[in-house]
Structures are given as C-alpha cells and as structure tokens.
C-alpha cells in the first residue's frame, strides 16, 4: 500500500501524522511512505530523517493523487479533497458536528474516512486514543506556560532572606489532561487542588497529592458516561458547584482549565464576578478555549489581562510540543492501522469491528455517521 502524509495547513498547527519512526515501521511492513517536502520540520523532523527511513519526498499534489491511505492531523481541505484518489482512505481528526461540507465531499469520492476522535474507550483501543495520548501533552504544557506567565516561582522557597509560600494551583477537570496537569504542578512543588463534577475522580486526584473541591451528592455520583466522560449536569447542581468554586478561586493562584464534553460546546466555569475576586498577578490557563472556553473571557490564541488576572488561550497547546505530540500521534495511527487486512483481496477493514464501526464516517459513497 502507499501510506501518504502531507504537510498540515491549519493555524497553530506544527505536528505531522506521520514520524521516521513510524516511516521506517511502514516501509519494513511493505508499504511504500510519501511524505511531503518540509512536513516535519515544525515537529524537528528532517527530510532526511525521513528519506533514511526509507519514505520517499514529494509535493503534496503527488502524495494526494497516488496514496491509497491518506494520514492526517487535521481534516483536509477541499482543495486537497479535489486532488485526492478516489475510494482511497483518509484517517484523521475530522470533528464531525462541524465538517459536514467537508465529509460530503470525501464521500462523493468514495473515500472511506475515520475519525480518530471516535476511537472507543476500551482496552483494545488504548494504543489507538489519540485524545489521550494529546491530552496528556496539554496537561504538561498547560502547567508550563501558566509558570512562564506567572510572577512568582510556584515550589516553596527558604532563603536567608525569608520564606516564599508554594503556589496554590487549581485544576478544573480531571480527566487525562487534568490528571496530568495535577501531577506536573505537583511535580513543581505547588499545592494542588482539583474540581471536577465527578465523584469517581476524587480518588484519582488525591492519588496524585492533589485536594479535591467538589460538592458531594447523589448527583455526582452518577455524573459519568459510560466512555468516562463527565455528563451534563443539572442547573441546581451546577449552581451549588459554583458558589463552591467562587469560594475556592480567591485563594488561588493558577488554574488550569480542562473541563470539555465531547461534541458540545465546553461548559463555562469561571465567570466575570469569579475573575474579580481573584488576586492580581494570578494566571488561567484554559486548555478548552477552542471548544468555547471555561473562563468568561478566554480567546484562542490570545493572552488577555482582565483586572491583573492573565488568561492564557493558546490553541493547540500539544503542538507547542510537536516532536513528542506528532511522535505519539504517529504511533496512534500506526497502532489503528493494525486493523487493517491488508491481504484481504474484498475489503481492507472489517465493518464489523468495534473500533471500525466507532470511526468509520463515511465509506462507499454512505455517510455512517452524522
């Protein structure tokens, strides 16, 4: 087969869905890697690196037009649809709520597209979850870029000079990226606490020396879907979380902002009288601000200063880290291509499969899933 990777177009995007490392995996197993000219330099790959892993350096035009699976970070275009093969096959992120012109297209083509945001959460897939593998690069990150912006130091200090108190940070979410963000701000010596609607995380982020905030009831204790997401809640339950959470932030020095529900637009946590009862120099990381955003006032790609609170809303914070994010993405996709038959003379995937049948969005010339 010819495995193809073009170089990715959208903004703030620096990652590549293909590494060396996964070329030289693919052209072992028999494949024949295109990959276009410069697509991994923002990532720290070479052209080189990927010529001695045996891929081949074209233009996007070429890889396009003769690959039979088109791997991708980001949805493609309609410009590069146009040029695609027909009844290939496109792998990628592809946001469905969103890209419905987009999946029109490649299914007028008869292009089967997966989307890799759909993987399920079970315990085969867990090598194939590219939200997973991302997220825990946003939660690292996010603690990061909160310290860069940060006026002070967040570990306690003992100096002949005096004390500096440990930073007090709060993590809003505890899912993989809220974990991970606990554990880096743990790692960095600041007090953590955490918030998030679900009961079953508590222990979670105390295993990791975090606080949990949360109001405890018999809501909470149901406030998970079966894939591990948090659910909606109800507006007498959010209304009692929040009087909790106002309380909580006038003690806090950075919170990191995680809290998404799959497909919907991020809830909105952190409100306009929350910001103003926060202490000046304090900073908010808001890893949801593509989705909407949990704070008031978070704009993507923006730092913004509302009454000497910094409000961070970088987009793609796992590109901010492209080598180890487009690394891990690579290995995702080559992990799903597992389930590929590529032997089989009928068809090259089973629709049957759990996995397939959760990502396959459109296959010939059928939209399967809207």
């Keep these: 087969m010819i495995i193809g990777a073009v ?7 620096n990652r590549v869905a293909i590494s060396p490392e996964e070329a030289k995996n693919y052209v072992k197993s028999g494949h024949q890697v295109l990959i276009e000219k410069s697509a991994g330099l923002a990532s ?9 892993a045996g891929a081949n350096i074209s233009s996007a035009k070429e890889i396009l037009k003769k690959s039979q699976i088109l791997v991708k970070v980001q949805l493609t275009s309609n410009e590069e649809i146009k040029e695609m093969q027909a009844n290939s096959i496109l792998i ?13 297209s490649l299914n007028a083509k008869k292009v089967s597209l997966f989307a890799l945001e759909r993987i399920p959460r079970i315990t085969r897939a867990q090598n194939m979850d590219i939200l997973s593998s991302q997220a825990n690069l946003a939660g690292y990150h996010a603690v990061i870029d909160a310290a860069a912006e940060f006026n002070r130091v967040l570990p306690m200090f003992m100096t002949a000079a005096g004390k500096i108190n440990p930073a007090n940070v709060l993590v809003v979410g505890a899912g993989v ?6 554990a880096t701000a743990k790692r960095l010596g600041s007090i953590v606490y955490a918030t998030d609607v679900r ?21 909470s204790q149901d406030a998970e879907t079966s894939g591990g997401y948090a659910k909606e809640m109800s507006a007498e339950y959010q209304k009692k979380q929040e009087a909790l959470l106002a309380e909580t932030l006038k003690k806090i020095d950075i919170v990191i902002c995680t809290a998404q529900i799959p497909g919907r637009k991020a809830p909105l946590i952190i409100k306009k009288y929350m910001l103003d009862n926060m202490n000046a120099g304090s900073v908010i990381v808001d890893l949801a601000v593509e ?9 993507v790609g923006k730092i913004i200063n509302k009454n000497g ?30 389930l590929m038959n590529f032997e089989s003379k009928k068809s ?23």
Excluded: W
């Design 177 to 182: 990226a809220g974990l991970q963000a606990i």
């Design 291 to 299: 989705t909407g955003g949990n704070c008031e006032f978070s704009q």
């Design 92 to 104: 990628s992120q592809v946001n469905v709520n969103s890209s419905a012109d987009l999946i029109k």
């Design 44 to 52: 720290g790959f070479t052209d080189s690196s990927y010529k001695e």
């Design 7 to 13: 170089k990715e177009k959208n903004k703030f995007e």
């Design 199 to 219: 009961a079953a995380s508590k222990e979670q982020v105390e295993s990791l020396g975090g606080k949990f905030v949360m109001v405890e009831d018999k809501e």
């Design 348 to 370: 090259l995937y089973d629709k049957n499969d759990e996995i397939i049948k959760a990502t396959l969005v459109c296959a010939n010339g059928k939209i399967l899933i809207k």
């Design 309 to 338: 609170v910094k409000i961070v809303g970088h987009a793609n914070v796992p590109g901010r880290v492209a080598n180890n994010a487009s690394s891990l993405f690579s290995k995702n996709i080559s992990n799903f291509l597992a």
